[in-house]
């Protein structure tokens, strides 16, 4: 029997895996997706969308009545094109700043129509809907990013999507909801990668790559795989490597006025439009290949999540009931199984029990 304050969850995609994040959560009878986004490979995929209608949950897709997209990179809102075009009823949240950057990445995939079911919120914003009440917190990682907190049935339950509990190039960390968390929901990249120690040592490869690519009178080209992210990459070579010349392509220079409008400093003098290279020894950050072999390829590749240890120590500070974590690939590294519910499971001030579902798995919480 049905009752009013059961908790549903099922992973769409990015459960044990990157790309294509996408969380069904039914909250007694009103139904959420949490992240909407698309995954990457030989061929882009999305969310496996059709295997809710296959549960008791859903008969049809404009029942799920809102969708809540933690933040801009795409595999967390590439696929929301394709997901309203099967419901153009849903409402979406995200912050005014993640929307910026949505509308330039997604702008040919996206409808009037859909733009207009966009609702642009605030952090420690609330919004009361009948028997529950969502709130939306900085989640660090990138500007914009935010957690969400639902308040339902007498217990408290916080989506993560990707966060960062240290200061990234371009925002501060975390900043948790003053609440008693019963069930976490986390997106926890490392949860599993006991050996990953650092979220420098990817950054420091692409440093000694520029710097290494100076040294032989050479440009160093930077190829992003979304536009957020050579934003990212140019406000840390800016930190770092202070005097070298960056020349920006044309989509990474809108999102860095997007961000400059909401009084996010990432330009300094030494910065230019790609229009204006002048084939001398510096930096391009581009979304597109190189167009010919003279430059120094530089594996542009870097994480802003927390490490093992953080991840750890995250879920032992918020010591949740129920902690489901997602985002989470295998450990093909450094082979090894410990996982963060093995380094907790003996710590016996923990209380959380772990899920670590599959694609297409449904659980009461």
């Given at each position: ?12 995609g990015?459960?044990?895996e ?52 933690s ?11 394709e997901f ?14 993640t ?20 609702s642009?919120?605030?952090?420690l914003?609330?919004?009361?809907l ?8 900085q ?17 408290n ?19 948790l ?12 990249l ?14 420091e490869?692409?440093?000694r ?19 957020s992210?050579?934003?990212e ?11 070298v ?12 006025h ?7 400093r990432?330009?300094?003098a ?15 950050i ?14 542009s ?12 120590n995250?879920v032992?500070?918020?010591?949740p009931?129920?902690?489901v ?19 907790l ?12 579902p599959?694609?297409?798995e449904?659980?009461?919480i």
């Amino acid at each position: 029997m049905w009752t009013k304050d059961r908790v549903i969850f099922m992973a769409l995609g990015g459960a044990q895996e990157v790309g294509a994040s996408c969380y069904f959560l039914r909250l007694g009878e009103r139904n959420f997706l949490l992240d909407c986004g698309q995954g990457r490979g030989w061929n882009n995929f999305t969310p496996k969308f059709e295997a809710l209608l296959a549960t008791p949950y859903v008969q049809d897709f404009r029942q799920i009545s809102h969708v809540i997209i933690s933040h801009a990179h795409l595999d967390h809102v590439g696929a929301l094109p394709e997901f309203l075009a099967l419901n153009e009823r849903s409402t979406v949240y995200m912050t005014d700043l993640t929307w910026r950057i949505t509308k330039m990445q997604l702008a040919e995939r996206l409808s009037v129509l859909a733009q207009e079911k966009i609702s642009r919120i605030t952090f420690l914003q609330e919004i009361p809907l009948r028997n529950l009440t969502v709130s939306f917190h900085q989640a660090g990682h990138i500007p914009g990013a935010m957690m969400t907190l639902f308040k339902f049935g007498g217990r408290n339950i916080l989506y993560t999507g990707d966060y960062s509990t240290f200061p990234t190039p371009l925002v501060g960390a975390a900043v948790l909801p003053n609440e008693k968390i019963d069930v976490l929901i986390l997106c926890g990249l490392h949860a599993r990668h006991c050996g990953y120690r650092t979220n420098d040592a990817a950054l420091e490869r692409i440093f000694r790559q520029i710097n290494f690519a100076l040294a032989r009178n050479m440009t160093a080209y930077c190829q992003i795989n979304q536009v957020s992210r050579g934003v990212e990459l140019l406000s840390a070579i800016n930190k770092f490597l202070p005097n070298v010349e960056v020349f920006i392509d044309d989509k990474v220079m809108d999102v860095v006025h997007s961000f400059e409008a909401a009084q996010i400093r990432v330009m300094n003098a030494q910065d230019h439009p790609l229009s204006n290279f002048s084939y001398t020894p510096s930096v391009i950050i581009s979304t597109e290949p190189p167009p010919h072999r003279s430059f120094w390829i530089v594996n542009s590749n870097f994480s802003l999540h927390d490490d093992f240890e953080a991840v750890v120590n995250f879920v032992r500070r918020i010591n949740p009931k129920t902690c489901v974590v997602v985002h989470s690939p295998p450990d093909r590294n450094f082979f090894s199984s410990e996982t963060v519910e093995q380094v907790l499971i003996s710590d016996p001030t923990s209380r959380t029990d772990f899920i670590f579902p599959e694609t297409g798995e449904v659980f009461e919480i």
